[in-house]
């Protein structure tokens, strides 16, 4: 079955990151589908049923987000909360997603050395994203653990003077992280 990909992203076309993730899945439209929620629910009123819908006809559930104040977009626990109900992701007869697939896609605009026990936030990402993990397993769900870019997500881009990349080299690197984040989904 193919890959559902929740993609949130407040500003996508500005994202570098996110933005060649979602231009690299797509790519592959028999593998997987990108669901953009802040495309499809702007004004953040979200279609519980045609959500629950999507994920079911899908066989693994991908959530992909820039992480926010070291936590997911706003509209994306909206939509944790308003999709994953009780009867139907969890509780007893609530099984949707029992045993799928399910991991996390972030780009972290902080250097991977601050997110570690003696760097400047003394949290791995892998603690603070703790509570998807926590709520996956809650529905029984099987995850998978996350992919992870890690740096300002203005870099690596063109549009970048402080940048001190060569171009060739920024380019090499976001090209091998949309290559390394197909694999990942691939081999989940």
Request: proline share 5%.
């Amino acid at each position: 079955m193919k890959t559902l990909v929740i993609v949130t992203h407040p500003n996508i076309e500005t994202s570098i990151i996110n933005k060649r993730w979602v231009q690299e899945l797509k790519k592959y439209p028999e593998k997987y589908t990108v669901h953009e929620l802040h495309k499809i629910y702007p004004d953040g009123n979200i279609d519980v049923k045609k959500e629950q819908q999507l994920i079911e006809s899908h066989g693994n559930l991908i959530l992909q987000f820039p992480v926010y104040w070291f936590n997911c977009p706003p509209l994306l626990k909206k939509w944790l909360d308003d999709v994953f109900t009780y009867g139907w992701a969890y509780g007893s007869k609530g099984d949707k997603l029992k045993h799928r697939k399910a991991a996390l896609a972030v780009s972290a605009g902080i250097k991977k050395e601050n997110y570690s026990k003696e760097g400047r936030y003394h949290y791995t990402l892998e603690q603070i994203l703790s509570p998807f993990e926590t709520t996956f397993r809650y529905c029984d769900a099987n995850y998978r653990s996350l992919f992870a870019f890690y740096g300002k997500e203005n870099e690596p881009g063109e549009n970048d003077p402080s940048s001190n990349e060569p171009m060739n080299s920024t380019l090499n690197i976001l090209e091998k992280s949309a290559q390394d984040y197909l694999d990942f989904i691939d081999n989940l």
